[in-house]
């Protein structure tokens, strides 16, 4: 006697994510500078080393989303690793094009 069952579950799958594209050749580099020189570092890093480099690593993001320009994109999770920023942008202009 032979017992036949089906179970049908649909696959997990990743969520999308959401990637940022720093655009460094846009880059205001001077204000960054300047911003860099004129941070009071002794006073911001302070504690363990822990803290500091937690402290040290926030400061830059922040003057780093100050002075340079970003895009950002959604990465899907049946993208290929090699479907970078180029590749969606591409597609995105193929597919506005066809709607045109």
């Known amino acids: 006697m032979a017992v036949l ?4 579950i649909a696959p997990l799958r990743d969520a999308a994510v959401t990637c940022t594209n720093w655009l460094w050749g846009k880059a205001d580099w001077e204000g960054l500078c300047n911003t860099l020189q004129q941070t009071p570092w002794s006073n ?3 504690g363990d ?11 830059l993001f922040k003057h780093q989303e100050q002075y340079i320009p ?7 999770p049946l993208n290929q690793p090699w479907f970078g920023y180029q590749c969606r942008m591409a597609v995105d202009e193929k597919s506005r ?4």
């Open 5 to 8: 069952s089906v179970i049908q």
């Open 44 to 46: 911001i890093l302070v």
């Open 49 to 59: 080393i822990n803290n500091q480099v937690y402290t040290f690593t926030c400061t």
């Open 70 to 76: 970003c895009h950002s994109y959604t990465v899907k």
């Open 97 to 100: 094009s066809w709607r045109l």
